[in-house]
């Protein structure tokens, strides 16, 4: 099965390795086991991972970022925790908690709790490269408006898109788009907030509002191209 996704095992204790493996690979999760809390903290900041599953009893692991309540890290959390950990944890950012000891049922399970918080998450945010040109936009900033002039919509997702004008946009202006969806001849309409700028004419735009038909139509029409959207499954 093609690896969808992608986890972070990090534990010093003995583990049953090949069930573990195997039910991450079943998954289609590619798993990578570390020793150590500073591994983490490295792979966690240099590369994209979806899931992170932490013993508790690892030395530095309180104390990770991705664990802080503050972290912009965006995957979801696992903690094995022994009982009277577990009250250590309501000031961090976990998703899931397990019970040690950690057999390859209780991570299955776990796994599978997380499996569609994971999808939805990497749903939401794969940006899909496109060329789409706005029917009409205005930009409103500091109190002046006008109309937004030719533009492109380079990739989109379902939280933002990125568009590139003739001219720098103002960071933190919001915007008003209508645009039509991939693929088809149905338009969406969508107020966001220039989250970046960059001065050739590239602009970051998240999202603010978008009725729940149009983000009904947006999430269908971008999960039908997604390029491993027929992989995603939960095993029985």
Same mark, same amino acid.
């Given at each position: 099965? =093609?690896?969808?996704?992608?986890?972070?095992? +990090?534990? #010093?204790?003995?583990?049953?390795?090949?069930?573990?493996?195997?039910?991450?690979?079943?998954?289609?999760?590619?798993?990578?086991?570390?020793?150590?809390?500073?591994?983490?903290?490295?792979?966690?900041?240099?590369?994209?991972?979806?899931? +992170?599953?932490?013993?508790?009893?690892?030395?530095?692991?309180?104390?990770?970022?991705?664990?802080?309540?503050?972290? =912009?890290?965006?995957?979801?959390?696992?903690?094995?925790?022994?009982?009277?950990? +577990?009250?250590?944890?309501?000031?961090?950012?976990? /998703?899931?908690? @397990?019970? =040690?000891?950690?057999?390859?049922?209780?991570?299955?399970?776990?796994?599978?709790?997380?499996?569609? !918080?994971?999808?939805? #998450?990497?749903?939401?945010?794969?940006?899909?490269?496109?060329? @789409?040109?706005?029917?009409?936009?205005?930009?409103?900033?500091?109190?002046? #408006?006008?109309?937004?002039?030719?533009?492109?919509?380079?990739?989109?997702?379902?939280?933002?898109?990125?568009?590139?004008?003739?001219?720098?946009?103002? %960071?933190?202006?919001?915007?008003?788009?209508?645009?039509?969806?991939?693929?088809? #001849?149905?338009? +969406?309409?969508?107020?966001? !907030?220039?989250?970046?700028?960059?001065?050739?004419? =590239?602009?970051?735009?998240?999202?603010? /509002?978008?009725? %729940?038909?149009?983000?009904?139509?947006?999430?269908?029409?971008?999960?039908?191209?997604?390029?491993? /959207?027929?992989?995603?499954?939960?095993?029985?």
């Amino acid at each position: 099965m =093609k690896k969808v996704f992608s986890a972070l095992l +990090v534990s #010093q204790d003995p583990l049953p390795l090949d069930s573990i493996g195997k039910v991450f690979d079943d998954h289609g999760v590619a798993l990578h086991l570390v020793r150590s809390a500073a591994e983490v903290e490295h792979l966690v900041r240099s590369s994209r991972f979806d899931l +992170v599953v932490c013993d508790y009893d690892t030395p530095g692991i309180p104390e990770l970022s991705c664990l802080s309540r503050e972290t =912009k890290w965006r995957g979801i959390s696992m903690v094995i925790a022994r009982g009277t950990s +577990v009250r250590d944890l309501s000031g961090k950012k976990v /998703h899931f908690t @397990l019970n =040690k000891p950690a057999t390859a049922d209780l991570l299955t399970r776990g796994l599978r709790a997380a499996y569609s !918080t994971m999808a939805s #998450q990497r749903f939401a945010a794969y940006r899909h490269t496109v060329a @789409l040109r706005p029917v009409a936009g205005t930009l409103l900033h500091r109190g002046s #408006q006008w109309a937004l002039g030719p533009a492109v919509i380079s990739d989109i997702s379902q939280t933002g898109l990125c568009l590139k004008a003739p001219e720098s946009l103002p %960071a933190n202006g919001l915007i008003s788009v209508n645009f039509p969806l991939p693929d088809t #001849q149905e338009h +969406v309409h969508v107020l966001g !907030t220039i989250v970046w700028s960059s001065p050739d004419g =590239k602009a970051g735009v998240k999202f603010n /509002h978008i009725s %729940a038909k149009e983000q009904k139509l947006l999430q269908e029409r971008l999960r039908a191209r997604l390029p491993w /959207h027929n992989d995603l499954f939960i095993p029985e």
